[in-house]
């Protein structure tokens, strides 16, 4: 009969459980912080097992957890549907958690700040994402929209949803964000289109696009500090 292994049957000192009630969860390892998730094995893996296992595929690190897709995921020995759910939520807490962090110190006139505050979430995603971002006339930030997913160009980026979004916020001006997947943030004619045409939308709505930040891995490209807007 199959037995399926739980951390309670590992010895004492591997307990994750029993280590996290002793000593706090920073004496965890990363392969024990993911047990407590993953909780249970198979018959022939313990759940530390189980999370080396994951720990050991593409990136070799916690970084799997948004480098992996939850298809991949499951692909996994000992990992299933609600695992592998459970892992990528992990994922985007730890992301937006660290985005209120930085929400604070958003400066609409700062590329570094927006940059910062969306390098993270984005630098990850395998597909192109434009995000407006909105501040009333004092530069404060008022929230942001996806817009589109998947490709950033002219014949697809819609003004109307853009300004739509804005005018419900009531903002003044507008900061476009969006990335490209393979990590090189260079601005290409598409790019160069729809940051032209925004801008001369804007200025018929009085809503002025203030800049047009592209993020790489780890770096990123912004119109106004090139120059390209004022």
């Known amino acids: 009969m199959n037995h399926s292994f739980t951390t309670k049957e590992l010895p004492e000192s591997e307990r994750p459980y029993e280590k996290f009630w002793k000593y706090g969860a920073t004496t965890l390892s990363d392969a024990e912080l993911l047990?407590?998730?993953?909780?249970?094995?198979?018959?022939?893996?313990?759940?530390?097992?189980?999370?080396?296992?994951?720990?050991?595929?593409?990136?070799?690190?916690?970084?799997?957890?948004?480098e992996m897709s939850y298809d991949e995921m499951k692909k996994i020995h000992g990992i299933g549907d609600v695992i592998a759910m459970q892992l990528k939520c992990i994922a985007e807490l730890s992301t937006r958690i660290a985005n209120t962090r930085h929400f604070e110190g958003i400066q609409m006139r700062s590329a570094a700040t927006v940059a910062e505050y969306y390098m993270e979430q984005l630098r990850h995603e395998q597909q192109e994402k434009l995000i407006v971002c909105m501040f009333d006339s004092k530069c404060k930030w008022l929230g942001d929209s996806v817009v589109t997913t998947g490709s950033v160009s002219s014949s697809i980026v819609p003004p109307r949803e853009i300004f739509i979004c804005a005018l419900e916020k009531k903002a003044v001006h507008i900061v476009m964000v969006h990335n490209h997947p393979s990590g090189r943030a260079?601005?290409?004619?598409?790019?160069?289109?729809?940051?032209?045409?925004?801008?001369?939308?804007?200025?018929?709505?009085g809503i002025a696009l203030s800049d047009h930040i592209i993020i790489g891995d780890r770096t990123y490209f912004s119109y106004r500090e090139a120059g390209y807007l004022t």
């Open 35 to 66: 047990a407590i998730v993953i909780k249970s094995g198979s018959s022939k893996m313990t759940a530390v097992d189980v999370a080396r296992s994951f720990l050991s595929q593409k990136d070799r690190n916690l970084m799997n957890l948004y």
């Open 186 to 205: 260079v601005p290409s004619g598409e790019d160069n289109t729809v940051t032209a045409r925004i801008a001369e939308a804007g200025k018929l709505l």
